[in-house]
DNA sequence: ATGGTTTTTACTGCGTC
DNA sequence: GACGCGGTAAAAACCAT
């Protein structure tokens, strides 16, 4: 009777014996104390002899605060941020497609042509080597996924950089560009705290279930990415959104959860599963029309998995705080 | 490969609008 | 009668071993 043990499910988890922290967490060269980066003064310096383990670092961030236009153009610096959105971080160089030269005069015919060569050759140059050309097409994929599900602007760039590391590490060989891609998007929109379930992703992505679940695996596995096991919580907002309850309904449905998670609901059991029920519940508590079928609907879960939720999820508030 | 869980599918009965 | 809801049994999916 005793359900003491704690199971996560792993469907949507099964992280929890990642990394212990810090597998490549720098160490002082002298001491081999835990180094710490000082951003103020551009510095590394190390915890436990003071050693400066590198200096002069690069401040990418705008200079300060500007508290009106004309300080921000001051202060900001020159150029674009990097981002690694873009498959060269933005930091190539580009030929304008204007015929015009540096005033604003349009080019001769035979300086056109001349432009127009130099153009080719650059794009040519600019995705010349496999690796680029890879980046190029995962990061235009990982962008469809993403504005496809909703996804903000932070999830996608967490996404590029998890799919950088896996090119870097050279975890592609053997796995489709997409399907990393899409794994890559997956544990990002999981980490941002905006998960999105395994359905709704491979809905959009051209990858299988299969293949996405053993992709996720390894990229989780092989470097080292601490994921934590999906919080219901978080998806209950998009789904009173969806199906337009109120704030009101949103909050109970966070209360049910939370006296279910000390009753050791969760243990074992879909997050999503969870969260439905939960805002089923909580419509319902709220004397707000919602069916079963609708919620089994924006949650892709069955309506027989809500019932069984919701009776525990029930069953678990009235144990927690008795009426 | 196997076994134990959870989720899904499919079907049935009940009450209400 | 259609619909929402609750229940059950059997199948399928999934994870762990």
């Known amino acids: ?34 180094v710490v980066s000082d951003a103020e003064h551009a510095e590394t310096v190390c915890e436990d002899c003071g050693l400066v383990v590198e200096e002069d670092e690069i401040d990418r961030g705008p200079e300060w605060r500007a508290f009106d236009a004309a300080e921000k153009d001051e202060k900001s610096r020159v150029g674009a941020p990097t981002t690694n959105m873009m498959h060269d971080q933005g930091l190539s160089t580009n030929i304008g497609w204007q015929d015009k030269d540096a005033y604003g005069r349009a080019l001769s015919s035979r300086q056109r042509q001349k432009m127009q060569r130099l153009r080719t050759w650059n794009e040519r140059f600019r ?24 996804l903000p602007e932070n999830v996608r760039e967490t996404a590029s950089v998890i799919y950088r590391r896996a090119l870097e590490e050279d975890l592609l060989p053997g796995r489709s560009i997409e399907g ?44 080292g990415l601490e994921v934590k096991p999906a919080d219901p919580e978080h998806y209950v907002p998009r789904f009173v959104s969806d199906l337009d309850l109120s704030d009101e309904t949103e909050r109970m449905a966070r209360e049910l959860l939370e006296s279910a998670r000390q009753e050791g609901v969760h243990s074992g059991k879909s997050p999503v599963g969870l969260a439905a029920a939960a805002v089923y519940a909580a419509a319902l508590l709220t004397n707000e029309k919602v069916t079963q079928n609708d919620v089994s609907e924006v949650a892709s879960i069955s309506e027989v998995t809500i019932r069984n939720r919701y009776k525990e999820l029930l069953e678990a508030s009235d144990t927690a705080a008795p009426a």
């Open 1 to 34: 009777m005793t359900d003491t043990t704690i199971k996560t499910y792993s469907g949507e988890t099964e992280s929890e014996e990642t990394t212990e922290q810090s597998g490549e967490q720098e160490r002082c060269p002298e001491c081999g104390g835990r």
């Open 127 to 150: 995705t010349r080597d496999s690796k680029e050309r890879n980046l190029k097409q995962a990061l235009g994929e990982i962008d469809r996924m993403a504005s496809a599900l909703g």
């Open 180 to 223: 990393v891609a899409t794994a890559s998007l997956y544990a990002a929109a999981r980490q941002a705290g905006t998960p999105r379930s395994l359905d709704e992703i491979s809905a959009v992505s051209r990858v299988e279930k299969m293949e996405l679940t053993r992709t996720y695996r390894y990229i989780i596995r092989e470097l």
